[in-house]
């Protein structure tokens, strides 16, 4: 599947918004049988336009109520370097998004922590520590607004909704 037609659009934007919905129910809303919307769903899984399917849980739900959003500049950009940075990415459970970025920051990490003991620990005792990273900037969230796409209750309710 190379060019995503109208009926692919829809799909995965409905299942971007629940990604529970079965075929029945994507057909019922798209306007397609169940079946063409399993083939569909299928093609999008192979094409790797649908990563796959997950609950989001709410950091608080797993004790980890404070949200860090980090800019990280790398010592040099040498394949050693980057590659010592990258390990920690994947081996540090704390740091639950991460994005190589244009500007001033190489990277930027958004970390999920217990506490600010808890942010003070990874920043320190991890980050800083490195050998790869010459500089950290660090910023607490104090309310999620938006994620992944949909609005949190908090900007609803500021909003009168």
Avoid: W
Wanted: with cysteine; charged share 20%; glycine share 8%.
């Amino acid at each position: 599947m190379t060019t995503l037609d109208d009926f692919d659009l829809q799909i995965l934007s409905l299942l971007q918004g629940n990604g529970r919905l079965t075929n029945q129910e994507l057909g019922a809303l798209v306007g397609l049988s169940a079946s063409q919307c399993s083939r569909r769903r299928l093609a999008l899984e192979q094409a790797q336009h649908i990563l796959g399917y997950h609950a989001r849980l709410a950091p608080e739900a797993l004790g980890m109520t404070m949200l860090g959003l980090i800019e990280v500049r790398l010592l040099n950009h040498t394949r050693e370097c980057v590659e010592r940075f990258l390990q920690v990415l994947v081996e540090v459970d704390a740091i639950i998004d991460a994005y190589q970025t244009t500007g001033d920051a190489d990277y930027l990490l958004k970390v999920a922590v217990a506490d600010l003991a808890g942010l003070s620990r990874l920043i320190s005792d991890i980050l800083a520590r490195h050998g790869s990273v010459a500089h950290l900037k660090t910023a607490v969230v104090l309310n999620r607004l938006k994620e992944n796409g949909s609005p949190m209750p908090a900007i609803l309710s500021l909003c009168g909704r």
